[in-house]
């Protein structure tokens, strides 16, 4: 399996590169603000050619890039259709500081990729999204948005890494995603927590949205965010 990673933006939001053992079809993962210039150059430089773009929610710095690649590679992006509309208004998921700076940034506004699916709406539950030879399992996870979503696919070494989640701003190394945002929710979060984010395999390496990689079981053992203590408390 090929997986390259990099960071990009004010924000330093992280994108990923994906594609199957062998394979010359890739997917994209999250393309944020000025992600676009390193994706050409990864996939003209490893042979690449995307097929999709892959969006774990709608918040700007992990989708500025998204309308330009999409385009580019004439290729969809996928996205839950709670989180649709920040593909064109993103100052809708953002609090006023931010929104006056990505305002200031793109004078020209956004306008959504030519062709955008929707995960909950193409997908029964339960059903993985086959794509460039890959299948991810959509696990819904709102708290940080409404559309979070987890992206979890098989990795092919086995043990010690089982799976690779891409778990965008729900689960970070020691940390999670904020939740004081417009569309967030710690009641969301604590459900998304206690529930799909405790049920990933110990096995699985969680790739955030920001900072650092993981494993599950580290995370289970050591982040506050996932103790009872926290789970329990009262919003």
């Known amino acids: ?38 994706i050409r150059k990864a996939a003209a430089e490893y042979g690449l050619r995307p097929v999709a773009v892959l969006a774990t929610h709608g918040h700007l710095d992990h989708v500025a890039d998204a309308r330009e690649v999409s385009e580019e590679y004439h290729v969809p992006v996928w996205i839950h259709s709670a989180d649709r509309d920040m593909l064109a208004d993103p100052l809708s998921g953002l609090g006023g500081d931010s929104a006056e700076l990505v ?7 956004f306008s959504e990729p030519a062709e955008v699916l929707e995960y909950d709406t193409l997908l029964a539950e339960g059903e993985p999204l086959s794509v460039a030879g890959l299948e991810f399992s959509l696990i819904h996870a709102p708290g940080h948005t409404r559309g979070c979503v987890l992206l979890m696919v098989e990795y ?38 206690s529930g799909p984010v405790l049920g990933l395999p110990d096995s699985a390496a969680i790739l955030p949205g920001h900072g650092g990689q993981s494993l599950m079981a580290a995370e289970r053992a050591n982040n506050p965010y996932l103790q009872a203590s926290f789970l329990r408390r009262e919003v």
Not at 7 to 21: D, F, I, K, R, T
Not at 103 to 109: D, E, S, V
């Open 103 to 109: 305002a200031a940034m793109y004078p020209g506004g």
């Open 156 to 193: 092919p070494g086995g043990r010690p890494v089982s799976h690779l989640v891409f778990s965008g701003d729900v689960l970070f190394q020691g940390s999670i995603g904020r939740t004081d945002l417009p569309g967030g929710s710690m009641d969301a979060m604590l459900r998304t927590l």
């Open 1 to 38: 399996m090929f997986l390259a990673s990099f960071v990009s933006g004010p924000w330093q939001a992280n994108c990923y590169l994906l594609a199957a053992e062998g394979s010359t079809q890739a997917v994209i993962v999250d393309p944020g603000m000025e992600a676009a210039p390193t």
